[in-house]
T-cell receptor, first 116, second 115 residues
Framework: KAGVTQTPRYLIKTRGQQVTLSCSPI?????VSWYQQTPGQGLQFLFE???????NKGNFPGRFSGRQFSNSRSEMNVSTLELGDSALYLC???????????????FGPGTRLTVL | DQQVKQNSPSLSVQEGRISILNCDYT??????FLWYKKYPAEGPTFLIS?????DKNEDGRFTVFLNKSAKHLSLHIVPSQPGDSAVYFC??????????????FGKGTHLIIQP
């Protein structure tokens, strides 16, 4: 099975612009989660989508948003970019059915966003 | 407030010996724990996990131990190999039935295996 893919791998933007990142989960996985990794804060949970619905959200401002399509692919959007948004953005997928059993999340390679 | 802590930023171990990576957590609601390995410029790779109903899980050279009363878990790698050199992240999750709340990660421990 192919792993989680993310595009683009690298991106340079300027302050005030907006950006859209894309994630294709492992085939058959319906849950997609997004994380931000920075040197200061480490890995932090942004949000999770399951069956096209945002199911959970981390502690990030409304400038960070996402969506999921019917084929489980997901996009993440950041509007009005700030210098502090420079980070590695990671996408993770899991089967994550609505059961009491947790599933492991599998990560993609990430998109390195640099805001100038 | 950091809910998952890895107090050793780095650890150096000789090849062939045991590597022990430690992780502490403060939130007693966490009920699923995972270890990930990460190389620079790559996403984290899943290693091993443990549910809060267990105290040990093994997978090949990797064993994770969970001590719920102490809110502590550890990852043992035996024997350590050069390819194990990477940053290891401990992660925890509240699986609140019907959907998890996202993984909470520690800051990572850089494991260096010396020949």
């Amino acid at each position: 099975k192919a792993g989680v893919t993310q595009t683009p791998r690298y991106l340079i933007k300027t302050r005030g612009q907006q950006v859209t990142l894309s994630c294709s989960p492992i085939s058959g996985h319906r849950s997609v989660s997004w994380y931000q990794q920075t040197p200061g804060q480490g890995l932090q949970f942004l949000f999770e989508y399951f069956s096209e619905t945002q199911r959970n959200k981390g502690n990030f401002p409304g400038r960070f948003s996402g969506r999921q399509f019917s084929n489980s692919r997901s996009e993440m959007n950041v509007s009005t970019l700030e210098l502090g948004d420079s980070a590695l953005y990671l996408c993770a997928s899991s089967p994550r059915e609505l059961t009491l059993n947790p599933d492991t999340q599998y990560f993609g390679p990430g998109t390195r966003l640099t805001v100038l | 407030d950091q809910q998952v802590k890895q107090n050793s930023p780095s650890l150096s171990v000789q090849e062939g010996r045991i590597s022990i990576l430690n992780c502490d957590y403060t939130n007693s609601m966490f009920d699923y724990f995972l270890w990930y390995k990460k190389y620079p410029a790559e996403g984290p790779t899943f290693l091993i996990s443990i549910s809060s109903i267990k105290d040990k899980n093994e997978d090949g050279r990797f064993t994770v131990f969970l001590n719920k009363s102490a809110k502590h878990l550890s990852l043992h790698i035996v024997p350590s190999q050069p390819g194990d050199s990477a940053v290891y992240f401990c992660a925890a999750e509240m699986y609140s039935g019907g959907g998890a709340d996202g993984l909470t990660f520690g800051k990572g421990t850089h494991l260096i295996i010396q020949p």
